[in-house]
Nanobody
Framework: QVHLVESGGGWVQVGGSLRLSCRDS??????????VGWFRQAPGLEREFVAA????????YYTDSVKGRFTISRDNAKNPVYLQMNSLQPEETAVYYC???????????????????WGQGTQVTVSS
């Protein structure tokens, strides 16, 4: 139903910023309701939750370590969903994935199993 494409990853120095984008090429996102999450996975580690947003942007969740530095957003068109990342640290080097679910933002949005649709990921490398 959706085809998620992430972009905006790359290499950045410690303390730098990147803005990731998650676009649904089918434009199904623009229909009510699709909630979206961002996750990341570093080599050898499990995929972990970063942030999530409801369809209208009225509800957002963040993992504690990114609060105040990362912002998840979507404009009135609902597509794409952005993740603005500031003050990046080396331990945040990972492949960042966006994921989607055709529902209101679930209370279990921190779990990978809450999202059935996934993109291929975009690499973020933070160098010291």
């Amino acid at each position: 139903q959706v085809h998620l494409v992430e972009s905006g990853g790359g290499w950045v120095q410690v303390g730098g910023s990147l803005r990731l984008s998650c676009r649904d090429s089918t434009r199904t996102f623009e229909n009510y309701p699709w909630a979206v999450g961002w996750f990341r996975q570093a080599p050898g580690l499990e995929r972990e939750f970063v942030a999530a947003i409801s369809w209208n942007g009225g509800s957002v969740y963040y993992t504690d370590s990114v609060k105040g530095r990362f912002t998840i957003s979507r404009d009135n068109a609902k597509n794409p969903v952005y993740l603005q990342m500031n003050s990046l640290q080396p331990e945040e080097t990972a492949v960042y994935y966006c994921a989607a679910v055709h529902s209101l933002l679930p209370a279990t949005a921190t779990m990978t199993t809450s999202f059935p649709y996934w993109g291929q990921g975009t690499q973020v490398t933070v160098s010291s």
